[in-house]
């Protein structure tokens, strides 16, 4: 096991926001085409992904992992693209597992590829909780969204195998677009009432360039709460921890909670721990980021202790707020798609 340095200071941003949590993108493709993340518009046949040999190896992600963990990470999310796209994925938890002061890994994925044998094989090596796209509970919306005639039950099937396999938590999210998929907010709150799984719905957000944001088509975190607690009525919970992105209702007859993220009508950056690394070896300090800082060579030197510095020398001039001043912006600027950095 890999020995945290204890004389390492933890780092700390510009507003004294610690850095707790990275997400690593393994991958940038994905085999849904979600008008929100992915349209086919711009992600068609002849969209030129990202050659292997330019994504980071494993070795490299597990540099970056234990420099972060010496800097203060104590968890790590897999995203992509679809993480279960990339081949060999056990091995890079393994891996990750077995850094000192890593105490939470999991994963995001829209579980259309997990089998009942690839939902143990994680969970064995060592993946301790996911959280799961789904959009809808019809099919006829759900394959609008995604846009590749998956059906809602192939999502279902991968959700019940992460059950099987007994992961710590399985999270649902939803993403809820004003005119897309907003009718089904009710529906997706009487299905996951009282299963155990936490349904959290997601305010339709600017991140990239190809989705065409408009807060028009944003359904607000409290007109959701407003909605879900007129039938079956909820009451704020507190927070699990300081930075937690969603923030939770407790179903008022026992049936569990739901978490809704407002990162457009109630922004959280005040509380952001989170560094995201593009599956290139850049590090984006926020999710709104127009762009990232290359980290692939010093990863690819071999240097944990240059990974580490120069991971704390860009958290400590980090100044990021984008929630909190988007309407303040009067110029567009092109910002890094989600599908290239993960949520």
């Not at 980071?56 to 597990?62: A, M, N």
């Amino acid at each position: 096991m890999t020995d945290v340095k204890t004389a390492v200071a933890p780092a700390s941003d510009r507003f004294d926001r610690p850095l707790k949590d990275l997400r690593v993108s393994v991958t940038d493709r994905c085999n849904f085409r979600c008008v929100y993340c992915m349209p086919k518009t711009v992600f068609n046949k002849d969209y030129k992904f990202l050659p292997k040999s330019e994504l980071l190896t494993f070795e490299e992600i597990e540099r970056m992992v234990q420099a972060s963990a010496e800097l203060g990470v104590t968890k790590i999310r897999l995203t992509g693209g679809e993480p279960l796209v990339r081949r060999d994925l056990e091995q890079l938890i393994s891996k990750i597992r077995n850094v000192a002061g890593i105490t939470d890994v999991s994963m995001t994925t829209n579980a259309s590829l997990l089998t009942r044998d690839r939902a143990r094989s994680l969970r064995d090596a060592g993946l301790q909780r996911l959280n799961v796209s789904l959009d809808a509970m019809d099919d006829e919306t759900f394959m609008r969204v995604n846009d590749v005639d998956v059906t809602v039950q192939t999502v279902l099937d991968g959700i019940q195998h992460a059950a099987d396999a007994k992961f710590d938590s399985v999270k649902v999210n939803m993403v809820v677009k004003k005119g897309l998929n907003d009718h089904s907010i009710l529906p997706m709150a009487r299905f996951f009432h009282g299963t155990g799984q936490i349904l959290r719905f997601i305010e339709f957000m600017d991140v990239g360039n190809s989705n065409a944001w408009d807060l028009s088509h944003v359904t607000t975190s409290q007109e959701i709460a407003d909605l879900i607690n007129a039938e079956m009525p909820i009451a704020p919970a507190k927070a699990n921890y300081r930075g937690e992105v969603a923030k939770r209702w407790e179903y008022l007859d026992g049936g569990g909670e739901i978490g809704i993220i407002s990162s457009v009508s109630d922004p959280f950056c005040g509380d952001c721990s989170r560094a995201r690394l593009s599956a290139t070896g850049s590090i984006y300090t926020c999710l709104f980021a127009s762009s990232g800082h290359d980290m692939r060579s010093v990863l690819r030197s071999g240097d944990v202790d240059a990974v580490r510095d120069a991971l704390s020398k860009l958290w400590s001039v980090r100044g990021d707020r984008y929630s909190e001043t988007r309407t303040q912006v009067s110029v567009i600027r092109p910002k890094v798609e989600m599908s290239f950095i993960g949520g």
